[in-house]
């Protein structure tokens, strides 16, 4: 298959051949993508699907690439980045905000706190798609998605689309029915309560600046990058280990929050992984705690 093949099928849509997807990942680190789609609309995404399969190229969906890593060899077959399905609506009679999977996170709670409804405030600076939410039951300062989610609109691997409950979404920490069965989020949907406009705005100006003031936003990174460990604060045993500011090729155990690496200074993924993998084993060898990723990790390995 060639880069005209593809064209031609889908004329209207943007697909980018041998992409690098350093160019979206937040980390600024990552490998070519094969193909690399942008559809716009529903009927876009379950065409390019129906033409994978029908190719037998593989599919990854990589929401806006906030919390993830590419490794260095890319990512073969296609690749859909959703961030042109953006729209959010609030139906203020049910209390409820509906919005595409490519919509920011951010933006989807501010849209509810315009319509004078609450519950998503936890979510006010988490730099997400709507669709990355789904899928790993994103959360902060004591909220979850699982917690306001009640429906997603699926499209399954073979190409039918469902509407999921909040129940058949499975949720748990980071993790929902998507991961298990591969299924790409389209929409979801919040149930909300009203509010006052004003309370749920400073409830999100508070967790901002708490945010800002604890953690390195001013440079490249993937969020936080592992899970919590029963028990235990990560950045605490990082911390205490000695590895904050340690420094692996151009990445850095932030010297702000020793629960995120940041890209200092031209960073590969490789870079990344091989930090993530040495905190793991001094974690491990000091504290007898295995950390485990909630980053995201997928792609080849660079080819030697």
Same mark, same amino acid.
């Given at each position: &298959?060639? &880069?005209? *093949?593809? #064209?031609? !099928? $889908? /004329?209207?849509?943007?697909?980018?051949?041998?992409?690098? +997807?350093?160019?979206?990942?937040?980390?600024?680190?990552?490998? /070519?993508? *094969?193909?690399?789609? $942008?559809?716009?609309?529903?009927?876009?995404?379950?065409?390019?699907?129906?033409?994978?399969?029908?190719?037998?190229?593989?599919?990854?969906?990589?929401?806006?690439?906030s919390n993830l890593i590419v490794? =260095?060899?890319?990512?073969?077959?296609?690749?859909?980045?959703?961030?042109?399905?953006?729209?959010?609506?609030?139906?203020?009679?049910?209390?409820?905000?509906?919005?595409?999977?490519? #919509?920011? +996170?951010?933006?989807?709670?501010?849209?509810?706190?315009?319509?004078? %409804?609450?519950?998503?405030?936890?979510?006010?600076?988490?730099?997400?798609?709507?669709?990355?939410?789904?899928? &790993?039951?994103?959360?902060?300062?004591?909220?979850?998605?699982?917690? @306001? #989610?009640?429906?997603?609109? @699926?499209?399954?691997?073979?190409?039918?689309?469902?509407?999921?409950?909040?129940?058949? %979404?499975? $949720?748990?920490?980071?993790?929902?029915? !998507?991961?298990?069965?591969?299924?790409?989020? +389209?929409?979801?949907? $919040?149930?909300?309560?009203?509010?006052?406009?004003?309370?749920?705005? #400073?409830? &999100? *100006? =508070?967790?901002?600046?708490?945010?800002?003031?604890?953690?390195?936003?001013?440079?490249?990174?993937?969020?936080? @990058?592992?899970?919590?460990?029963?028990?235990?604060?990560?950045?605490?045993?990082?911390?205490?280990?000695? +590895?904050?500011g340690l420094k692996w090729g151009?990445?850095?155990?932030?010297?702000?929050?020793?629960?995120?690496?940041?890209?200092?200074?031209?960073?590969?993924?490789?870079?990344y992984l091989e930090l993530i993998?040495?905190?793991? *084993?001094?974690?491990?060898?000091? =504290?007898?705690?295995?950390?485990?990723?909630?980053?995201?990790?997928?792609?080849?390995?660079?080819?030697?």
């Amino acid at each position: &298959m060639i &880069m005209e *093949d593809i #064209a031609t !099928v $889908f /004329p209207t849509i943007e697909i980018l051949r041998h992409e690098p +997807l350093a160019h979206y990942t937040h980390t600024k680190t990552g490998g /070519p993508a *094969d193909y690399l789609a $942008f559809p716009t609309n529903v009927q876009e995404t379950k065409s390019l699907l129906a033409y994978a399969n029908q190719e037998k190229l593989p599919v990854t969906v990589v929401g806006n690439a906030s919390n993830l890593i590419v490794r =260095d060899g890319g990512i073969r077959g296609l690749v859909m980045i959703l961030t042109k399905m953006a729209s959010i609506t609030a139906d203020d009679d049910q209390h409820t905000v509906t919005a595409a999977a490519g #919509a920011a +996170l951010i933006k989807t709670t501010q849209v509810a706190q315009a319509h004078g %409804l609450s519950g998503l405030e936890f979510a006010a600076g988490i730099p997400g798609s709507v669709g990355g939410a789904i899928f &790993m039951n994103a959360g902060a300062y004591g909220g979850e998605i699982s917690e @306001v #989610a009640v429906a997603a609109e @699926v499209l399954t691997p073979t190409g039918e689309i469902r509407t999921l409950s909040r129940e058949e %979404l499975n $949720f748990g920490y980071r993790h929902s029915s !998507v991961q298990d069965y591969h299924d790409i989020v +389209l929409t979801a949907t $919040f149930a909300l309560t009203p509010g006052d406009k004003g309370a749920i705005q #400073a409830q &999100m *100006d =508070d967790l901002n600046a708490r945010r800002a003031a604890k953690q390195p936003l001013d440079l490249p990174s993937c969020g936080s @990058v592992f899970k919590r460990p029963e028990g235990h604060y990560t950045g605490q045993l990082i911390q205490e280990a000695g +590895l904050q500011g340690l420094k692996w090729g151009g990445a850095q155990v932030s010297t702000k929050h020793a629960g995120f690496i940041v890209n200092i200074d031209h960073a590969t993924a490789t870079d990344y992984l091989e930090l993530i993998h040495h905190i793991q *084993d001094v974690i491990w060898k000091t =504290d007898h705690v295995k950390l485990e990723t909630e980053v995201r990790i997928i792609g080849e390995q660079p080819q030697d």
